[in-house]
């Protein structure tokens, strides 16, 4: 089976756990897009949707699902969105994307975050993956030299603007042992505006499409 048959199957594995009745979170990436895709074609027609990211929005828009603001719905009983990086602690690395500071904002207002992904990114410590950081434009070089200093081998994503305005730098080289303090610690420096650390607010379920099926962790 493909990796694009693989994010397929998590994403269909999801629609067990939607109810037309309910306006739920939507991520952003392929993974969330087979998911997207999935709702229209087995025609089901949620209330409405709170997108992560500009392109969501306009995905779910074409596939005439209603597209809500966070400040309008409160709180959401469910969100659904990819990684780019899980453990078996559930703990993530997002924001491959760019879309991570709103994915975040949506996972918290979220009760529940079902994370669909394929095999592939399932690693036993976080950090392979680089950690993306969203930085205010002016703090760009400040941020760079801290994290530097802190963590790990800092790049600017070339030619990334993220849906608010923002740049990303991609921290490498990275074995990440205590993702809480290191999401924390990383939150703590001026002009970083949020990281790609799902670990304080970690998912609830992942559904995992492996070559046997969809594995759930719980
Ligand atoms: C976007 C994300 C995505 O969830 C992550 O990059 C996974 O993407 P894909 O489903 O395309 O592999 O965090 O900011």
Redesign the pocket.
């Known amino acids: 089976m493909s990796r694009e048959q693989q994010?397929r199957q998590a994403a269909e594995a999801a629609l067990e756990f939607i109810d037309e009745s309910l306006t739920i979170g939507v991520?952003?990436?392929?993974?969330?897009n087979h998911f997207i895709d999935a709702l229209a074609e087995h025609r089901i027609h949620i209330q409405g949707a709170v997108a992560s990211s500009e392109a969501t929005a306009e995905r779910l828009r074409k596939r005439n699902i209603p597209v809500r603001e966070l400040n309008d719905t409160g709180d959401l009983p469910l969100y659904i969105?990819?990684?780019?990086e899980f453990t078996h602690h559930k703990q993530l690395i997002?924001?491959?994307?760019?879309?991570?500071t709103r994915?975040k904002i949506v996972a918290a207002a979220s009760e529940r975050f079902i994370c669909i992904a394929d095999d592939s990114k399932r690693v036993r410590m976080l950090g392979t993956f680089p950690l993306p950081v969203e930085v205010i434009p002016m703090a760009r070089s400040f941020v760079g030299r801290q994290l530097a200093r802190l963590v790990g081998e800092p790049r600017l994503r070339s030619g990334a603007t993220t849906d608010n305005g923002n740049v990303i730098i991609d921290v490498h080289g990275l074995e990440i042992m205590e993702p809480i303090a290191l999401e924390r610690r990383i939150n703590d420096i001026p002009g970083v505006v949020c990281n790609g650390l799902f670990a304080l607010r970690g998912a609830d379920q992942i559904l995992v499409a492996t070559a046997d099926g969809v594995e759930r962790i719980d």
């Open positions: 994010k991520g952003t990436g392929s993974t969330v969105d990819g990684a780019d997002k924001g491959g994307g760019g879309a991570l994915e």
